[in-house]
């Protein structure tokens, strides 16, 4: 029986992870037989998972976070809504989010079986103040914006949002965990030094180029972190505030490697050369008279029949869509110009064969 083997990255186009950077995997590898879940068992990737905080606090404008490395940012949302509603103890607690809020937050809303309202977003996908300082109330504990929507690569304006949380006497999270590694290049007003925000998802194992399992929580104050901790009698370490219990070694190794390697200079590179990717494929595409949604981070959404979507993947790219149709390009490290050009020689193909509907 032959060995199975992973996808090739070549015509990997709209996933948000990426080929680890060789340092990750290096780290990776040193690093799986370890548990990060019982730090003073392991103490060696408890360093390093300090270490890996202390880099996320640097990219997200924080100076002392307090937080961990998560399995992804699933469970980072998860756990920011579970400890707003513990540190709120709201017994009929609701979390305010704009449309554009991603999938996991249904499933946080329904594991913690909190109430979620979600508010319409404005003409260019970013969350609708206005919208969200009229669902707020008394009873909401949180309002989450995206610095980097999945879909269409937005950012809610999170300082407003922000001060609508607070006099609404809620926390502020911000969801960055695809943009959180390419907007610190940006002008866009993100971070915990934007605004006082309380928590945030970042991903290492997106845009950071660390192994799956590495997403990041971060939270601005330690007693909202505290009130998610349970005592944990077998283990050498007294308390634990994580979802999971036996973590992965290998994703905080990976990412303490990543970011050692790559921050700030290597993920500056990145961006410009993704984003002139980005730039680039909009004018082509645009060019050939599709609808196409302006790249404002590295993730070009464009509106292309379905007879084209269907057979890209039959071509063999690896290609999905918005909720609404549209196709979705994510520009992430492995996606290379060539492989752009390919991709739209394709579809260039296409368009001039027979029509396949
Ligand atoms: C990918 C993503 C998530 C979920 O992260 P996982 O690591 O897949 O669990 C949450 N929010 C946003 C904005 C994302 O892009």
């Known amino acids: 029986m032959q060995r199975a083997a992973p996808q090739e990255f070549d015509r990997v186009l709209s996933s948000m992870c990426t080929r680890p950077h060789p ?13 990060p879940g019982d730090p003073a068992t392991y103490q060696a990737v408890a360093a390093l998972e300090e270490d890996a905080l202390s880099y996320l606090g640097d990219i997200t404008g924080l100076s002392a976070p307090h937080g961990y490395v998560t399995s992804g940012g699933t469970e980072a949302n998860i756990q920011a809504i579970r400890a707003a509603r513990n540190h709120a103890r709201d017994d009929d607690p609701n979390v305010v989010a704009p449309e554009s809020i991603h999938f996991s937050f249904q499933k946080a809303a329904d594991v913690l079986d909190v109430e979620l309202r979600i508010v319409p977003v404005d003409d260019d996908y970013r969350a609708n103040v206005a919208a ?9 504990v949180l309002v989450a914006g995206v610095a980097g929507t999945t879909e269409f690569g937005r950012v ?10 607070h006099d609404a006497g809620a926390l502020m999270h911000v969801d960055a965990a695809w943009g959180g ?17 309380d928590s945030m998802t970042i991903d290492p194992h997106k845009y950071g180029q660390a192994v799956v399992p590495a997403g990041g929580l971060l939270f601005r104050d ?11 009698p077998y283990l050498e370490s007294a308390s ?29 590179d990145v961006y410009e ?14 060019a ?8 404002e981070l590295p993730l070009v959404a464009a509106s292309v029949p379905d007879g084209q979507f269907e057979s890209l993947r039959d071509l063999g790219w690896r290609i999905s869509r918005t909720a609404s149709g549209e196709l979705r390009i994510v520009c992430m490290p492995h996606v290379s110009r060539e492989s752009l050009r390919a991709f739209l020689s394709d579809l260039d193909d296409l368009r001039s064969g027979p029509a396949r509907n």
């Open 23 to 35: 340092a990750a995997r290096k780290a990776a590898e040193r690093f799986f037989a370890t548990n």
């Open 132 to 140: 969200v300082r009229e669902a707020v109330d008394e009873r909401t």
């Open 156 to 165: 809610d304006p999170i300082p407003e949002l922000t001060a609508v949380a």
């Open 181 to 197: 590694f390419v907007l610190p290049f940006t002008d866009h007003e993100w971070s915990f030094a934007h605004a006082p925000v």
């Open 222 to 232: 330690k007693s909202v972190v505290d009130s998610l901790a349970v005592d944990t």
């Open 240 to 268: 634990q505030a994580s979802l999971t219990g036996t973590r992965s070694g290998a994703g905080v190794a990976s990412a303490a490697a990543a970011m050692r390697e790559l921050w700030p200079d290597g993920y500056r």
């Open 273 to 286: 050369r993704q984003q002139a990717n980005a730039d680039w494929l909009y004018d082509e595409l645009r």
């Open 288 to 295: 050939r008279g599709y609808d196409a949604v302006e790249p």
